[in-house]
């Protein structure tokens, strides 16, 4: 079993940049592929950002292509998610997920945390 927590939102304006981390327990963590989604009010959860076990492959929606970096630390168990020019679409609520494949559907996560909320005005 894989815990996840996420941190770092808050309220911005457009322009501004936010780190989000997802903090994980469990000895295994270092072996799951990590991905980001976001869910807006009404709307549904979508896929932004992925990165592999060992960090070494990123791959990123293209509404944030460019402005938002993945990384991780697997001796500390983190990946961080960094937001740069936030725009007011970008306001949802973020959240971490692990699974044991590449994907960027939200069904082949079988772990979740429990989400951070970012919320950006014009």
């Known amino acids: 079993q894989v815990q996840l927590v996420e941190s770092g939102g808050g309220l911005v304006q457009a322009g501004a940049s936010l780190r989000l981390s997802c903090a994980a327990s469990g000895r295994s963590f270092s072996s799951y592929n990590v991905g980001w989604f976001r869910q807006a009010p009404g709307k549904e959860r979508d896929f932004i950002a992925r990165i592999n076990w060992s960090g070494s492959s990123t791959y990123y929606a293209d509404s944030v292509k460019g402005r938002f970096t993945l990384s991780r630390d697997n001796a500390k168990k983190t990946v961080s998610l960094q937001m740069n020019n936030l725009k007011p679409e970008d306001t949802a609520v973020y959240y971490c997920?692990?699974?044991?494949?590449?994907?960027?559907?939200?069904?082949?996560?079988?772990?979740w945390g429990q989400g951070t909320q970012v919320t950006v005005s014009s």
């Open positions: 997920a692990a699974a044991q494949k590449l994907s960027t559907r939200v069904g082949d996560y079988a772990y």
